[in-house]
């Protein structure tokens, strides 16, 4: 009897799982594999992680009973054979919990063997290979591994892993049937990983077309870098599953670090008000002592600060000092779409109302108002500053503005001849959002509707990006909405308001509308199962702070036909943020394929 025929056996199959995933990765593309991957996945959710997300590689688990079989395995498969290998903290940690073994017992290496597309794209296969030698009490390990494939995934890389980015495509995942199924942070690459399982439809899917998901059940979402927030809360997804190795002192040490929440806020803006963003750079580590000296700092206490930051993502520390990371530098004040008034602003009067939040849920009434005096807007009129502040810190989410000069109904509205269109923003703010839209249509004309202080700022934008000639800024109320327009604009507008509110809105909108007249309304939306949600969030800032909410999406419906018109459908935007597209009820319904679905 012989001992070396199983594991030749056993070996072979690997390799032939090993050849396999390399054929898979050379052939598909992220275009057309997501669909395969996510059943239903169409339209905005699958431009954005297609745009967002590249098909990286395809993961699996081999078992090999030593190095020299592993690189024969390699060879076999015409892949390079002596290439590093890192350790695999995230799979090792899955395979001690799965089979309640001592991860110092499981020596799992991770090694990644470059493979080409069809086109020259940059790919690999993914293999985490556990030695387990003849007769080894690991054996029983790799038989049920092998079987039911656990490690097995499709990796995608995210290009641009900002963490609200981040957070928003695991949110489209999740809409379409991905759950959480683990993930982690490995040191050794500063890389983070997040694992869904795949939808049972995509398994049916596979069964009917063997070629289509090749038994992947498993989707991994690679981000560079240190992003454990995002991790922490894909781990506490509701549907995660609970394993008995999350002992009794998580929750305490979870709500320690949840009780923290002010000091990252105050953190970040003391990082932007210093100017320390805009005189750190992302390629060069900097000494303290060199950083304090233009900002006029303390030096102990500043690298106490950037200690804090290192563990945020804000900066990294090495051993030259600190160096600026791409989230850190949104912080920057003269930077491309920076986020440094939003910090300014919700760590400043933002940050002083929530100290009164009880005050709102005992109420029902804005803290802000009760702790000065006076609604936010009219506070902000009267400080120059702080009302220009509002007004950029509105504009630095103007990502969530990218798709809507694409919308069917803006696209349809510059085709038309041949008399331009007129898009009117009503509140329109700096002009950011209008001049996206003129932009990218120079035959449309613009109206933006805005109070005094702030139509000056609208003019300037608007000027500055040569639009201003197609743009009439007129200053004015809600009741002032100009009548005539083609399509009209309410962008994070009605959430400010009670429903009544929103109402009167509404019908100032409705009277100025001609029959053929759009009106699309930019919003986030409340989950309706109670998923994660940014809308979550900022339903409890409206409270504290505007008197406003969000709303669902059939609450909009609700408010809309109470005035008169329909909602027709609704798409996803970035940062959580989705576009409701109304007309008036009993106006034909325009061929819109975007507009129907784009759950909420």
């Not at 702080?386 to 630095?396: T, Y």
């Amino acid at each position: 009897m012989t001992t070396t025929l199983p594991d030749e056996t056993l070996l072979r199959d690997d390799t032939a799982c090993l050849r396999e995933a390399v054929r898979f990765v050379r052939e598909h593309d992220s275009a057309a594999l997501l669909p395969l991957l996510l059943p239903g996945l169409a339209g905005p959710d699958l431009r954005a992680l297609a745009e967002h997300c590249r098909f990286a590689h395809a993961g699996l688990l081999l078992f090999p009973p030593d190095a020299d079989g592993l690189r024969a395995q390699l060879a076999d498969c015409g892949l390079a054979v002596d290439i590093p290998s890192h350790p695999s903290v995230v799979v090792r940690e899955r395979l001690a919990r799965r089979h309640r073994r001592d991860p110092a017992e499981l020596d799992v290496r991770i090694l990644r063997p470059r493979v080409e597309g069809r086109d020259g794209e940059r790919r690999a296969v993914e293999v985490f290979a556990l030695t387990v030698p003849p007769h080894s009490d690991l054996e029983p390990i790799a038989a049920d591994e092998r079987i039911r494939r656990h490690e097995a995934h499709l990796a995608f890389e995210v290009e641009h892993p900002e963490p609200l980015a981040l957070r928003g495509l695991c949110a489209i995942l999740d809409r379409h049937g991905a759950r959480p199924d683990g993930g982690g942070y490995n040191p050794h690459e500063d890389g983070t990983v997040l694992y869904f399982t795949l939808p049972a439809e995509a398994e049916a899917e596979a069964e009917a077309d063997t070629d289509a998901a090749c038994d992947y059940r498993r989707l991994e979402l690679y981000a560079r870098g240190d992003h454990r927030d995002t991790l922490a809360a894909h781990l506490d997804h509701p549907d995660r599953d609970h394993h008995p190795r999350h002992d009794a002192r998580q929750p305490a040490e979870t709500l320690l670090h949840l009780f923290t929440g002010a000091w990252t806020t105050q953190a970040l803006a003391t990082f932007a008000r210093l100017g320390l963003p805009d005189v750190m750079d992302t390629r060069t580590a900097h000494r303290t002592e060199d950083l304090a000296r233009p900002t006029g700092t303390h030096p102990r206490s500043l690298a106490t600060l950037l200690r804090y930051l290192a563990m945020l993502g804000a900066v990294v520390e090495e051993q030259e000092g600190f160096r600026l990371t791409e989230l850190g530098a949104l912080l920057r004040a003269d930077t491309p779409g920076s986020m440094r008034p939003l910090a300014l602003m919700y760590a400043g009067p933002f940050y002083r109302s929530f100290g009164a939040l009880d005050h709102s849920v005992r109420t029902g009434q804005p803290a802000f108002d009760h702790l000065f005096g006076e609604n936010h807007f009219d506070h902000f009129v009267r400080d120059p500053e702080l009302a220009a502040l509002f007004d950029r810190s509105m504009a630095a989410s103007s990502r969530m503005f990218q798709p809507l000069p694409a919308h069917p109904v803006i696209t349809a509205a510059a085709a038309r001849v041949p008399e331009p269109a007129t898009v009117v923003d009503i509140a329109g703010g700096n002009g950011e959002l209008l001049g996206r839209i003129l932009t990218a249509h120079p035959r449309l004309r613009g109206i933006l509707l805005e109070r005094p202080h702030a139509v000056q700022a609208a003019r300037r934008l608007l000027d500055a990006t040569g639009c201003g000639r197609r743009c009439d800024c007129r200053a004015g109320d809600f009741a002032d909405v100009p009548s005539g327009g083609d399509v009209y604009l309410l962008s994070r507008v009605l959430h400010d308001w009670d429903d009544d509110r929103c109402r009167e809105i509404l019908r100032h909108c409705v009277r100025a509308m001609p029959a053929h007249a759009d009106l699309l309304v930019v919003e986030r939306l409340l989950p309706g199962d109670g998923s994660p949600s940014l809308a979550t969030a900022w339903d409890l800032h409206m409270l504290c702070n505007v008197g406003g909410r969000e709303r669902r999406a059939d609450h909009y419906a609700r408010l809309l036909a109470d005035v008169g018109l329909q909602l027709v459908g609704r798409r996803p935007l970035p940062l959580d943020a989705h576009v409701l597209h109304a007309r008036k009820a009993g106006a034909p319904d325009p061929a819109d394929p975007w507009s129907r679905g784009g759950g909420a």
